[in-house]
């Protein structure tokens, strides 16, 4: 009878024992090549102790093991010790893990979402701004100039974005705009007409994009295939002040380099 009783604890044990293991780069590989979902293996990861190598050449053996950029970002933030914390917001928000304030996200080497820092933009009407590099492109109305030939931000194509909208706002208010670079700064032309509220919008420098939406309020912004390298920005509502005079907002800019 003891043996009988031993036994059936130890199999009521033994997932409990099982999901205390310590995960590590090799038993995550065997995870993957035993064929268990990418789902599976993050929410392993996620829920057990784990001592990681999160080395270059630790994630560069992951990724040729056939770790997914998934798998591989939840390696590194559980090595970070804010995995637990980042999963358990997202689930409560319904919001991607990183996506935790009003702004715009990228996605980082890892795949994992990371803040776009604004950068500030000057706006300003008239004449002022009416000659530049680009052999009059962008001349009269009311233009936006930033400071640098191109933003900080470099990455390469498919650029896609994530924007936590603030309450009340829409996604369709903001402006995917096309930067025009010279050898110190960059502008692209925000209104036409010099009126806000009689043509709103950036007829020239607009580009079209069809927002995906991930969870309330955040929506997936893709630069469009065909827009190629150069400088790009996301000018968020009310950014721009008054027609009549030279004021300042912010813009989300990127540089794409291939």
């Not at 590989?29 to 630790?58: H, M, R």
């Not at 001349?139 to 194509?157: E, F, M, P, R, V």
């Amino acid at each position: 009878m003891r043996s009988v009783l031993a036994g059936l604890l130890f199999l009521l044990l033994s997932p409990i024992l099982v999901a205390q293991q310590t995960l590590n780069n090799d038993a995550v590989v065997k995870l993957i090549k035993a064929g268990l979902s990418e789902d599976l293996i993050v929410s392993t990861i996620n829920a057990s102790p784990g001592k990681f190598d999160t080395s270059a050449d630790g994630l560069i053996a992951l990724k040729t093991a056939g770790a997914s950029d998934k798998v591989i970002s939840a390696i590194v933030m559980k090595a970070s010790g804010i995995a637990p914390a980042a999963t358990a917001a997202a689930a409560a928000s319904g919001r991607p893990a990183g996506i935790d304030d009003v702004g715009v996200y990228y996605k980082d080497k890892t795949g994992a979402w990371a803040a776009l820092m604004p950068e500030v933009v000057n706006f300003k009407t008239g004449g002022v701004l009416k000659s530049f590099a680009s052999g009059g492109l962008v001349k009269g109305d009311i233009n936006g100039h930033l400071q640098g030939a191109h933003a900080k931000l470099s990455l390469t194509s498919p650029v896609v974005l994530a924007v936590y909208v603030p309450e009340g706002t829409d996604i369709t208010e903001y402006q995917l705009l096309r930067l025009h670079s010279s050898s110190d700064s960059r502008e692209f032309r925000s209104v036409t007409g010099g009126v806000m509220h009689v043509s709103g919008g950036a007829s020239r420098d607009a580009l079209d994009f069809q927002p995906q939406k991930l969870a309330p309020r955040v929506f997936q912004v893709a630069l469009p295939s065909s827009a190629g390298k150069g400088e790009y920005g996301l000018l968020p509502p009310g950014s721009y002040g008054s027609a009549n005079m030279a004021s300042g907002g912010k813009i989300y800019a990127v540089s794409v380099v291939e």
